[in-house]
């Protein structure tokens, strides 16, 4: 979704505007003319026969564009302000339009270099609609000049997805605070606690940027905490086995996180997109659309050994009252040996089924041999019977892969209580699936009767976004989070 176009064009300097769109006529060419002759040639920052403050807010965004991995020089910011600053002096028609034409040209490239995903991140794309594309200048302009205020639209870097930003902006403040103290390698095989004195507290001190001294007092006791805070430690001041291992990675791997998990953000799409954002890492789950995030919530991923993939699709349907196809390999860990120990498929609400075909037929229990499903000689498809104890809950939101991977309802509340709150088998269980429901649908869903797996497609599919991020921006920072599935040192 792009954003909404403003109620009407500004009226004042008619006569202005129409002359410069006179000059734009006359030197655009190219995908630009793509972009203006729509509009009549109206420029995109002018305003009242001058350089509108939007233009101030993309150098502002140039100028700190290395923080973006890009290069300001790239995209021309003394050429812009000698013309601005000629045209300011000299505002003829000819020289506003070559100034608007500078300014769409380096904010286009900006645009496209800052969108262009970086080709270390592996993610998979599961529809052609998520799939990233070159982007085109005719399209980022059309963009910009529907915002309601292109100013705020650039302020914000409206095109990128907010996570991005935030993590953008937050890694400035962490390279700050803990970037540039001393690299040295404090002891790890002497206990240094608050109230102690001694050489490795001093060594500690001084890795934390500290006056010299050898006391572990008030001071050190309070850069302890706000270090075990931005590195995903428990904040207790106290300079354990953990703590001292964190610190002894040195600045530079906290750096090249940062960095790594800025570029898995860039894979994400702005908030003027209706889509679904799901962070494995931290197990939250964020949606967006008109603009705005329009809400949150926690989720339970995959755990190490069931690891929820880095993959986009698009969600387009719904199914209430679903099955849950169970995985072969907890068949046979967890289902046989019930079996084999005297419990049955019937009593536990499951089924065994002759194949994975939409219709398969059903086999008898007796029918199987439970000793080869359960030594993973023999495979059998087993499912769980929709109801209130079904694992899948009472709704799950699909968006087609050959993984089985999706979102969906759990009757386990107790999980998102946990910090830490990696327990699926590699799908995302959701803590209000009716909420995010409403979302999708714009009405809460309702199974029409007991029938299973009853399938509500969506009008407009929405994409879905399963990422991976290990450093967050939170209300203080950024905090560094653990890497649970070991993605880091790929």
């Known amino acids: ?23 734009i006529r006359a030197q655009v060419g190219g995908k630009y003319r793509d972009f203006y002759a729509p509009r009549g040639y109206w420029p995109l920052w002018v305003e009242k026969g001058r350089v509108g403050p939007q233009a101030d ?31 300011d002096a000299a505002p003829t028609p000819k020289t506003l339009a070559r100034v608007d034409l500078a300014l769409s040209r380096s904010f286009a ?54 996570l991005y930003m935030k993590l953008r902006n937050a890694r400035d403040g962490y390279l700050r605070k803990w970037g540039d103290l001393p690299d040295v390698v404090v002891p790890e095989d002497v206990k240094m606690r608050p109230g102690g004195k001694g050489a490795g507290i001093a060594v500690l001190r001084q890795r934390l940027g500290l006056v010299d001294g050898g006391a572990y007092d008030k001071a050190l006791v309070a850069k302890v905490k706000a270090f075990q805070g931005d590195h995903g430690l428990k904040p207790d001041g106290v300079a354990g086995v953990m703590t001292i291992s964190a610190l002894n990675q040195g600045p530079q791997r906290y750096a090249r996180l940062l960095a790594l998990n800025l570029e898995r953000a860039r894979l994400l799409p702005g ?32 755990t190490k050994e069931t690891q929820t993939p880095l993959m986009a699709g698009m969600i387009r349907y719904a199914t209430l009252n679903p099955y849950w196809n169970i995985p072969p390999d907890l068949v046979e860990r967890k289902v046989a040996p019930k079996i084999l120990g005297g419990g049955s498929l019937k009593a536990m609400r499951y089924e065994a089924l002759a194949d994975w075909s939409a219709n398969p037929a059903p086999l008898a229990q007796s029918a199987i041999d439970w000793n080869a499903v359960a030594s993973g000689r023999e495979e059998v498809r087993v499912r769980q019977l929709p109801g209130s104890d079904n694992a899948m809950g009472k709704v799950k939101f699909m968006f087609p892969n050959d993984l089985g991977i999706y979102l969906h309802d759990t009757p ?34 309702s199974a029409d009767g007991d029938k299973p797996e009853q399938h509500v497609p969506l009008s407009q599919p929405v994409p ?3 990422t991976y991020l290990t450093a967050v921006p939170t209300a203080q920072g950024v905090q560094f989070l653990p890497d649970v599935y070991g993605r880091d040192g790929e």
């Open 1 to 23: 979704m792009l954003p909404q176009a403003a109620s009407a064009q500004p009226d004042a300097g008619q006569v202005v505007r129409s002359s410069i769109g006179v000059e």
């Open 57 to 87: 807010a993309l150098l502002a965004l140039i100028d700190k564009s290395e923080a973006d991995g890009l290069k300001p020089r790239d995209y021309d910011p003394g050429d812009l302000r000698r013309l601005i600053e000629e045209t």
């Open 109 to 162: 490239s900006l645009v496209a270099d800052m969108r262009r995903p970086a080709k270390g991140v592996k993610i998979r794309y599961l529809d052609k609609e998520v799939e990233p594309r070159a982007a085109d200048p005719a399209d980022i302009l059309r963009a910009a000049a529907l915002a309601p205020s292109l100013t705020d639209y650039v302020q914000s870097v409206g095109w990128m997805s907010p």
């Open 271 to 302: 908030p003027w997109t209706r889509h679904v954002v799901v962070d494995a890492a931290s197990a939250r789950l964020w949606y967006y659309s008109k603009g705005t995030l329009d809400g949150t919530m926690k989720v339970v991923a995959g």
């Open 412 to 445: 386990q509340r107790n999980l998102f209580a946990k910090e830490d709150r990696h327990f699926s088998n590699g799908c995302v269980r959701l803590e209000d699936a009716q909420r995010l429901g409403r979302w999708f649908f714009g009405k809460t869903l």
């Open 464 to 466: 879905v976004y399963l």
